[in-house]
């Protein structure tokens, strides 16, 4: 039987993963992707995947890579007025290479700032057309006196490839839990440092365990990195049972699930459960084809049952997608939640079983059979009940989630009521 429990000793280490990864200027592809992975690699058995530029992702390519050094805007007396080195977020992500001297009316084209956050520097990127451009606080923007400046991108645009990590670990079953965090923006903490955190503490606590499902865990970037996996991994998707996208894990807010494109599959039970059980607030969302990489796995030809687990979501924040989300924002008690209530997901997906009553005609007398004497304590009526739900309900077509939720209590009560009935024979597994 599969427990976690290592949540709150993670917490600590998952922020200081966060911390370690947060200067690294990570992008849709780049070494920024590829040093991210290499310290994931130092925590989980990793396996980085290199898919070239130009391949084919149905109807999507993988771009050239993307690499920067430096970038400046530099005023008449040299100083360093926009400094890429003080902020990654400084550049739009993918801007081609530029080195030119220019007045302030010809560089305003290229200057992104938010009038109404004036303190922040906004988060921009520019993936899919050539192009390139500076990101400022609307401050900084409005003192730049008018005159000449010195604009440079030290970057580079050429064939490379796309960089994904996979953290494998078979199970009993070959059956798959997926779960995928996203790893292509720079210095942003929340958005996606915190999932990375929790995805890689969720792995580490997998790694010793017994396993009935094989897991995977893919750290790769957004739409495109998802696309490139389902694409290179068409006949794996068939082995997917249940499926997560875990990201935006660290801030105040509340959890927040997104249910799967079927909207009742079983992770979307388990993750549910598992966020009754956790005693906080959290809200439930339907699905819709907009948001993360759920909406690539829950495309038509897919169809697989993976659903999403936030904090607050994207767009659902003052400080998402800009300077802001910073390390002040990540909150290490939400760290530890987010890797809880995934945990108990996944132990709930490891033991939801269906069983047959083997005494189905009336009621099995549990005193008889020494059920009631192992009864005791405050909990007394709750594991009472637990059996007799458990005992009628186990027909061969109700799991043990189902039980759970039909009788409104904790699935592991319902689950160690069921060992007990299996102890006493009186049920037997389908
Ligand atoms: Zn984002």
Known sequence: MLTLTEFDDARQPMYDLVRRLFPLCRSITGDGVRETLRIVAEHIPLTVHEVPSGTKAFDWTVPREWNIRDAYVKNA???????FRINNLHVVSYSVPVRKTMRLAELQPHLHSLPDQPDLIPYR????????????????????????????IDSTLSDGSLSYGECLLPGADEDEVLI??????????????????????LARQLVPAKRRYTYRFVFGPGTIGSLAWLSRNADRATRIRHGLVAVLLGDAGGLRYKRSRAGDAEIDHAVQHALKQSGTTYDVEPFSPYGYDERQFGSPGFNLPVGRLTRSPNSGYPEYHTSADN?????????????????????????????????PFGEPQLGRRGLYRKIGGESSAAREMAMLWTLNLSDGAHSLLEIAERAGLDFELIRRAADELMDAGLLTTV
Request: net charge negative.
């Open 77 to 83: 007396q040299g100083d360093r007025v926009v400094d």
């Open 125 to 152: 990127t520019s993936y899919y057309e050539e192009s390139w451009g500076f990101c400022l606080s609307h401050r900084l923007r409005q003192s730049l006196p008018d005159g000449e400046y010195e604009v440079v």
């Open 180 to 201: 995928y965090t996203h790893t292509c923006h720079p210095s942003l903490a929340n958005d996606n440092l915190a999932g990375i955190a929790v995805c890689t503490f």
């Open 327 to 359: 390390l002040a924002l990540i909150h290490l008690e939400s760290l530890a939640g987010s890797l809880a209530v995934c945990a108990r997901a996944v132990e709930i997906l490891e033991n939801n079983r269906r069983f047959v009553n083997t005494s």
